[in-house]
C-alpha cells in the first residue's frame, strides 16, 4: 500500500512535469461560506485534472519491459487523459477502456492524446474491471487501475503535498479539506500526506446525493456500493465503491463523507466562473458545493476544497452559467 | 518614470498578497500555434485581472496622510476593482469613476468590493481624465491613473518577474511575448521587467481591431488616438492612446503590434475554456488569439501569452463557447 514516502517518492518523479496548481480565493466566496475558502485549482492540472498525476507516478514506475508492452486504463474520461497523456511523454502505448456514455469531450481528448479506446456500456452492467483485466491479459498490457493502485494514489497524494505547503503559507494549520470522492485514490493520497506533513488538516469525501457510496461505508465501517454508476452529471466520480486499499486509508483518517445535490453543483460552477475564473466540471465542483452550500456541517475559521477536474462539456457548462451565475 | 529597480519594490511589497500566477499550457494549443504556447494566466489574479498588482503597488506606496484622504481611479472595470479589492486591504476609502455601458458584473463587484462608484457616459464623449481629476481636487482625493503612473507600471512589472523566471524554468530563454495592451501600464512594465532579468524575451502589445493605436503609434513613431473608445466587447483594453510615461518604454522595448478581430478573441475564449480550463474576457484573450491564429507574424519555437482578465458576463462566455467551443 503507498505510504508517505511512496508519495514524497512521486512527487519527485512528478517534478517539472506536473503543474503546482495554484490555491485560490475571493472575498466573494468567503462570505458565502462565512469562512476562508481556499480552492485548489487541480483543474488547471495537465490534462484538466488531477488524474495526470497519478497516471504519471504510475508509468514513470514502471520496469523498462512493461513500458514496452504498454499500459491498459479503464476510465470513465480524466484517469483515461490523464494516462493517456503521461503514457505519450514515456514513449509508452495506452489501450484505455472508456464508457460508451462518457462525454464525448473525453472521449475526443483521449484519443487525441494518442490512445487506442476501447468503449464498453456502463448502463448495460458491463463491469470494466473485468474487461479491462481481460483486455490485458488478452495484450500483455500493464493495468493501471484509477484508484485501487499504491502507485496511483501515491501521484493523487503529491496534492496534498501542495496543500500542506500552501496552507501553511496563508497561516491555515487546523482546517478541514474537502475533496471530491469517487473510489478514493485522490482522497485518500491527500490524506496520507496531510497525516505526514500537516496533521491539522484533515480530509472529509464530498460525493453527489444517490452515489454515496464512501460516506455510507464510512458510517458503517464497511465497504458499500452504489446502486447505480450512471444517470449523475458528475460523472467524473461514479464508481461502484470504494476500493480495497483505499478504503482502510479513509477510515483510519478521513472525518465523515459530505453529500451534495446536482443542483448544487452547478451552482458551485457557477461560482467557480465568476469568482475564481476557473472551469469546472459537476462531478469536480462537489468539494467547494458542499463548502458553500453546507456551512453547518464544516469546523473551523478556513476550509480548503479541492477543485478536481474541469473536463465539461460547452452545453452543460452554459446550462450552470445561464442558471446560475 | 518607473525602473528595473522600482518593479523589484513593488514586487516585494506584492509578496503575500498578489498572487503568482501560473503559466498554462495544453498540447492542443500547441498544435493550432504550430509552436509552444505558454499562457500566463493573470485572470487567476485576485480581482480576476493583474490589475490588483498595480492598485496594491500604487497604494502601499502611499503616505500616511494620502492613505487618510483616500484614493480616487477612473477605469473601465478591471483597474476599478483592482484598486477597489487594494484600498480596501489597506483600509483606505476608494472612490471609483466608471463608464456606465462597463460591464454590469465590473460595477456591481467594485461596489462589493467597497468603493464608491460614480458613473459617467463614455459614449457620450464625455472625458475620464477631466472629470477624474475634478473630483480628486475637489474631494482632496489621490489620484492613481490607470496606466500612466510610474507604481502602477511598477505594480503590473511584477507580472514580467514571474514571466522569466517561469520561462527559465520551461527551458525558454528566447521567445516573443505576447501581451494584452490598453494604454501599455501592463505592457511597458513586464517589458521592463524583461530587460532586466531576461532580454532574449521581446515583449508585443496585441489591441482589437480597430482600437490599434498603440501598433499606429509604434509604427509612426508618434502617439495616436483611437477614433472610438467604445463598442467593442474588448471593453478591457480600450483606451484613448498610448500615455506619456508608457509609450517611450514601448517604443525602446517592444516589437511590432499584433491586431486580431473580435470573432477571434471569442475563439481565443473558447480555447482557453476547452483546453486550460480559465475563464478570459474578450480584452483578456487578444494576446492568446494573436498567438494561436496569427502564426505566421510570430518567430520563434515557443510564445509567451499573457491572458490578462476574466471578468465577463456569463452572456457573453456562453456566446463564446456556444459558438466556438
Known amino acids: 500500500m503507498s505510504s508517505f514516502e511512496m508519495i514524497q517518492a512521486a512527487a519527485t518523479r512528478l517534478r517539472g512535469h506536473a503543474s503546482v496548481t495554484p490555491m485560490l480565493s475571493s472575498p466573494f466566496l468567503d462570505e458565502i461560506a462565512g469562512r476562508r475558502v481556499l480552492v485548489k485549482a ?3 492540472q495537465h490534462t484538466g485534472s488531477f488524474k495526470f498525476r497519478g497516471g504519471w507516478s504510475a508509468i514513470s514506475a514502471l520496469g523498462e519491459a512493461e513500458r514496452t508492452r504498454g499500459v491498459l486504463a479503464y476510465s470513465s474520461g480524466n484517469h483515461a487523459q490523464g ?14 477502456l472508456m464508457p460508451a456514455d462518457a462525454p464525448e469531450l473525453k472521449i475526443d ?3 487525441a492524446l494518442g490512445a487506442e479506446v476501447v468503449l464498453y456500456d456502463r448502463a448495460g452492467g458491463e463491469d470494466r474491471s473485468v474487461i479491462g483485466q481481460a483486455l490485458a491479459q488478452e495484450r500483455g498490457l500493464t493495468l493501471i487501475k484509477p484508484y485501487d493502485e499504491p502507485q496511483v494514489i501515491a501521484g493523487q497524494g503529491s496534492v496534498g503535498l501542495e496543500i500542506a505547503n500552501q496552507a501553511k503559507a496563508e497561516g491555515i494549520t487546523e482546517a478541514e479539506v474537502l475533496v471530491c470522492c469517487g473510489g478514493g485514490g485522490l482522497t485518500s493520497g491527500v490524506a496520507l500526506a496531510l497525516e505526514g ?3 491539522g ?17 464510512l458510517e ?15 460523472d467524473a466520480i461514479l464508481t461502484p465503491a470504494p476500493g480495497e486499499l483505499t478504503f482502510p486509508v479513509l477510515q483510519r483518517l478521513c472525518g465523515g463523507g459530505m453529500i451534495v445535490t446536482e443542483e448544487e453543483a452547478l451552482r458551485a460552477m457557477a461560482l467557480a466562473f465568476l469568482r475564481l475564473k476557473i472551469v469546472l466540471e459537476p462531478g469536480g465542483a462537489v468539494a467547494l458545493a458542499a463548502a458553500l452550500f453546507h456551512p453547518d456541517q464544516i469546523e473551523g475559521d478556513a476550509v480548503i476544497a479541492v477543485a478536481t477536474g474541469g473536463n465539461v462539456d460547452a452545453t452543460l457548462f452554459q446550462r450552470a452559467i445561464s442558471s446560475y451565475a
Open 201 to 217: 488538516l484533515r480530509v472529509r469525501p464530498v460525493e453527489p446525493k444517490g452515489f454515496d457510496d464512501v460516506a455510507r461505508s
Open 197 to 199: 506533513m500537516a496533521p
Open 109 to 111: 481528448n483521449t484519443r
Open 220 to 234: 458503517s465501517g464497511e465497504i458499500q456500493s452504489n446502486a447505480e454508476i450512471s444517470g449523475s452529471i458528475c
Open 42 to 44: 487541480e483543474c488547471l
Open 83 to 96: 494516462v493517456a497523456a503521461a503514457a505519450k511523454a514515456h514513449g509508452v502505448a495506452a489501450v484505455i
